[in-house]
């Protein structure tokens, strides 16, 4: 060999004893804890990083296999010693949070609580270890580093356990609203509306309604009809609502006139309701054989009559306090008796559906309410009409208050 080649062969083993060394300083002064393990996990490199994460200085651990005191106080592998031996199945077994590598010879992750005996504390390390290989394929050196990730994995824990507990407490919620839904439902006898032969729509803004609707016919065949709507909306409203409706039934299944049928039910709401809170209705009967009727309307918009080709005849405007705010009766007297021959249809909204505004704040009001019915194709009723007018108007935004109609057929008698 001549003296060219050999000094070449020199130059180059001194630029790789170089790399290497250059290498190793590098590692060595990372700001990222790393400790090196040789493929008989004698530890190589234990960076000061990693001493100043495990308060162990590398002259203690450096050339030896105690590089699990760091970590634990029994001796146990760590993850650079399960890349090391390829014990991949094990990862799971020994840390809280591992990833199934798709090619564990790139390198593994997993995550895990450290007991760290110097610093007598716990620590959440993010773990990476990942071989090293010369140009034969042989494993020559497994590079771990460690990331502590307590602060922020004690915050992710608080804030699954804040989302358990809300989550628990909104479970408990639709489970007390679903069963106060029930029992609302219940109270109303849809039969008994079924067998007064009225049409009705009653649309809530949010899970309960403040609107409540209720029909029934008395033993005589006298049709009673209610439209009220609670102050504001939901189950504070529907509450307020519920203590007239076995009034209502008790009465009506006693034919009770109109009149008393009013003072009772503003005497029970009067008792009952907080100050503050009062209930704002229309009230119809009907005697359909004596075609005559009564119409007592307090705080809710004007009670429109509508003959029989579907033009407006007549306002119903009201003239009484809504109910539950005077517990005497002197505010429940103002009770208008009509009569008709020709067919007609009584038309009572809350107002809700006259002040429903779309996304422009634009208001529905009573004069599209009245054009609506009056231009309405023929055979369509007033609740289909009024529904989709109001999908119109609205344009997908959500209605603020609860939304009713109640359409009375006055019918003609027979020729």
Request: aromatic share 6%.
């Amino acid at each position: 060999m001549s003296n060219e080649v050999v000094s070449r062969i020199g130059e180059a083993l001194t630029r790789n004893e170089n790399h290497i060394s250059f290498a190793i300083t590098l590692m060595e002064h990372l700001v990222v804890p790393t400790f090196v393990l040789d493929a008989d996990q004698n530890v190589l490199i234990w960076n000061r990083a990693c001493e100043r994460l495990t308060d162990i200085p590398a002259t203690e651990v450096v050339g030896t296999r105690n590089h699990w005191r760091a970590f634990y106080e029994e001796p146990r592998p760590c993850l650079a010693d399960l890349v090391a031996t390829s014990s991949f199945d094990r990862i799971s077994d020994l840390y809280t949070v591992s990833d199934d590598p798709s090619d564990p010879t790139i390198g593994v992750h997993a995550e895990n609580w450290c007991w760290m005996p110097r610093r007598r504390q716990h620590l959440y390390l993010a773990i990476d270890a990942g071989p090293v290989f010369d140009d034969a394929g042989k494993l020559i050196a497994v590079v771990e580093t460690l990331r502590d990730t307590t602060e922020r994995h004690i915050a992710q824990i608080k804030v699954q356990e804040q989302a358990s507990i809300l989550k628990a407490h909104f479970d408990e919620q639709e489970r007390e609203t679903e069963l106060a839904r029930r029992i609302l439902d219940h109270q109303i006898r849809s039969d008994l509306m079924q067998q007064a032969g009225v049409k009705y729509s009653v649309i809530p803004a949010s899970n309960f309604s403040g609107d409540m609707v209720l029909a029934a016919r008395s033993p005589s065949g006298r049709l009673y009809a209610i439209l009220a709507d609670a102050t504001g909306h939901g189950l504070s409203a529907a509450v307020s609502v519920l203590p007239m409706v076995q009034e209502f039934y008790r009465l009506v299944e006693l034919s009770s006139p109109l009149s008393a049928l009013i003072e009772s039910i503003n005497f029970l709401l009067a008792n009952s309701l907080p100050l503050g809170r009062f209930v704002a209705a229309a009230f119809v009967t009907l005697d359909e054989a004596a075609k005559e009727g009564e119409i007592w309307v307090g705080g809710v918009p004007d009670v429109l009559m509508f003959d029989s080709a579907g033009r407006l005849e007549r306002r119903i405007a009201s003239s009484n306090l809504p109910l539950g705010i005077a517990k005497t009766n002197d505010g429940v007297q103002g009770i208008e008796r009509f009569s008709w021959v020709h067919a007609r249809q009584l038309l009572l909204v809350s107002d809700g559906i006259v002040e429903a505004c779309n996304a422009d704040d634009v208001a529905f009001g009573d004069e599209q309410l009245i054009d609506v019915v009056e231009h309405r194709a023929p055979g369509v009723e007033i609740t289909d009409a009024l529904q989709q007018a109001l999908q119109r108007h609205l344009k997908g935004s959500s209605a603020h208050d609860d939304m009713s109609m109640l359409v009375i057929d006055c019918p003609a008698g027979s020729a």
